[in-house]
């Protein structure tokens, strides 16, 4: 994933071929950068493939259906030293249940 600050990229393409983008509402809480550090992170990868679409080789669709599922907590970046560390834990509860799950199905 990457950002397009400049707005001059387009995505062609339906349903699961092409390629994708993601455009955050203007008056949106969420952090551009925030968004693309969680969605370029193992944790939601992870996640995305527990229930995405799988293609040969390997592959996992990144379509719209599954973008919305996954789990984007809204964040302000002067929140309190104790809301940093509870998203932390949740996160972490997230990707436990998460592994549990892939370990019982491997």
Not at 21 to 29: C, F, M, Q, V, Y
Not at 31 to 41: A, I, R, V, W
């Amino acid at each position: 994933m990457s950002i397009d600050s400049e707005g001059i990229y387009y995505f062609v393409g339906g349903g699961n071929a092409g390629g994708y983008g993601i455009a955050l509402k203007e008056r949106t809480d969420i952090s551009p950068y925030f968004l693309l550090s969680l969605l370029n992170g193992e944790l939601l990868d992870g996640y995305l493939q527990s229930y995405s679409s799988r293609f040969r080789g390997g592959f996992f669709s990144w379509a719209r259906r599954f973008l919305e599922l996954l789990p984007i907590p809204p964040i302000s970046f002067i929140t309190a030293k104790e809301e940093r560390k509870r998203l932390v834990e949740e996160y972490k509860e997230i990707y436990k249940r998460w592994f549990e799950k892939e370990v019982k199905n491997a």
